[in-house]
């Protein structure tokens, strides 16, 4: 067996005195579709924040593919990562955001040309031929030229699917990106999500109060509970016979909310 | 006597003609100053080494508490008897430039701060370079909602050009006052001068009304 896509090893992260991740220890094999639940402030964010590194650890390592993503060897010692690490390692992942982060001043096609000529260097023919390409594949071949503003909150978050998928990456994560649509525009989006799941080999990291799409798809959830992963295994397992009390009550609380 | 007479209208103009060629020019010149190195100071405000921001939040703080006329005289006057000769037109300037570029500096700072911080986590999952960042990302953002709050210190920093024959430029009131010294009458030149205030003025408002209006497009923000 290889080494799994990413690893976080006893990963602590606080806030000030409030420990959000207590030597969180989880472990993503590569094309794993793996979904978090859980309370709210339990953390979910917070996973996903660290591995894209908008946050830094307290304590611990992340490793991607192998390589620690938080740390980098120097003189043989592991020392917190450099910048210059962090761009390298970083651009194995990619992340999509609760409010599309779309940048206002740019169409749809912009959107996803900027990283891959300036972070990848590719000619712009070539960046502009992928872009379209990705924006037909989430539907959205007729909207190139739009402008975030002239787009739905479907089409938005389709958008930065595409961009987030220009680059390449070899992780994808999602953070509840169907919480701030219209309940009309979900499915749209996690349609986008579930074709990326089937027919491409990104791995994939979602948090979700989507149960149902959770169930479907993941090949693994993850309840997180107070800073920790209270219990995790197959959906149906998960779904249908938790071990775990809390586990058990926050399911019956969201069936009964949804 | 009469209140007002043509014959002097006529006779002030070449001065106030110079005049007012100066008193553009070293509008323009100052402000383009104001504008390129008020962005680097908000820039150098927003660096991640507190004693570079704090250093240059005190510089900032510093400018805009002393007096405009304070710091030109300083330069001028000070600065010779340490043997820093500067010309009175590059000393008049280039403070005019320093001091209103410490209040642009502000201007960019909120226009800055107001961009959603969803915008830089944007940029560093796509691991956009900072450099980048900033000037693909962040200042097209930022600058077109504050060019009304720059177009302020422009038309601020016209008017406090008089302060220029301080240090004898004759910028176009000093044309003016002296005109009406060698004529023993002042009426009709200082009138002139207010007028073409007033009129530069309004051109410079509606000058900034369009670029507001055409970056605002240019960026499709509202
Ligand atoms: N920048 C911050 N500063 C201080 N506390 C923070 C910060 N970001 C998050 N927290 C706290 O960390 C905890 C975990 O936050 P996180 O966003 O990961 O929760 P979550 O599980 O995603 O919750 P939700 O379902 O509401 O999105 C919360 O208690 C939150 O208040
Ligand atoms: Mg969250």
Redo the contacts with the bound molecule.
């Keep these: 067996m290889s080494e799994p896509m990413v690893r976080f090893e006893n990963v602590t992260k606080r806030?000030g005195a409030?420990t959000?991740l207590d030597e969180l220890n989880l472990d993503i094999e590569r094309n794993e579709k793996v979904s978090i639940i859980?309370p709210?402030?339990?953390?979910?964010?917070?996973v996903l924040r660290m591995l894209m590194t908008l946050e830094k650890i307290n304590d611990g390592v992340i490793w991607v593919e192998g390589e620690p993503m938080t740390h980098e060897q120097k003189n043989g010692a592991m020392v917190p990562a450099s910048d210059r690490h962090l761009r390298r390692v970083r651009g194995k992942v990619g992340m999509v955001f609760q409010h599309f982060n779309l940048f206002p001043h740019m169409t749809a096609l912009q959107n996803c040309m900027e990283a891959p000529v300036s972070v990848l260097g590719l000619p712009k023919g070539e960046a502009e031929e992928r872009s379209a390409e990705l924006l037909d594949m989430v539907g959205l071949g007729d909207k190139k030229g739009h402008y975030p503003i002239q787009l739905s909150g479907g089409q938005k978050q389709r958008v930065a699917i595409a961009r987030a998928l220009a680059m390449r990456p070899k992780v994808m994560l999602f953070d509840?990106v169907t919480s701030a649509l219209d309940p009309e525009l979900v499915g749209e989006v996690l349609n986008v999500i579930r074709q990326l799941g089937s027919e491409h080999d990104l791995t994939m990291l979602m948090?979700t109060h989507q149960m149902g799409f959770a169930k479907e798809f993941s090949d693994r959830v993850c309840f997180?509970y107070g800073g920790k992963i209270a219990e995790q295994g197959p959906p149906d397992k998960l779904f249908n016979e938790p071990d775990n009390e809390r586990t058990r009550q926050f399911l019956s609380a969201v069936l009964e909310a949804g | 006597m009469n209140i007002w007479d043509w014959y002097y209208v006529w006779e002030a103009l070449p001065y106030l003609y110079r005049g007012a060629v100066i008193t553009v020019q070293a509008t323009l010149i100052a402000f383009a100053i104001a504008l390129v190195l008020g962005l680097a100071f908000a820039l150098i405000r927003q660096s991640n080494n507190r004693l570079v921001n704090g250093a240059m939040a005190e510089t900032v703080e510093f400018i805009r508490s002393t007096p405009l006329l304070l710091q030109i005289f300083f330069v001028y006057f000070v600065g010779p008897q340490f043997g820093i000769v500067i010309p009175a037109w590059v000393a008049g300037i280039g403070v005019l430039g320093i001091h209103y570029a410490a209040y642009c500096s502000e201007v960019y700072r909120a226009g800055i701060e107001a961009v959603d911080g969803g915008q830089w986590e944007a940029s560093i999952a796509l691991n956009l370079s900072r450099s980048r960042t900033w000037s693909r990302i962040i200042l097209p953002q930022a600058i077109p909602p504050i060019v009304p709050g720059l177009g302020n210190y422009f038309i601020g920093m016209f008017k406090d050009t008089p302060i220029l024959a301080a240090i004898a430029i004759l910028e176009m009131l000093q044309q003016a006052k002296n005109f009406g010294a060698e004529n023993y009458r002042y009426i009709e030149a200082i009138t002139m001068a207010g007028a073409f205030y007033l009129v530069f003025s309004l051109i410079a408002s509606a000058i900034v009304q369009a670029v507001s209006f055409w970056l605002n497009r240019r960026y499709h923000l509202q």
């Design positions: 806030y409030l959000v859980g709210s402030g339990s953390g979910k964010t917070t509840e948090v997180f």
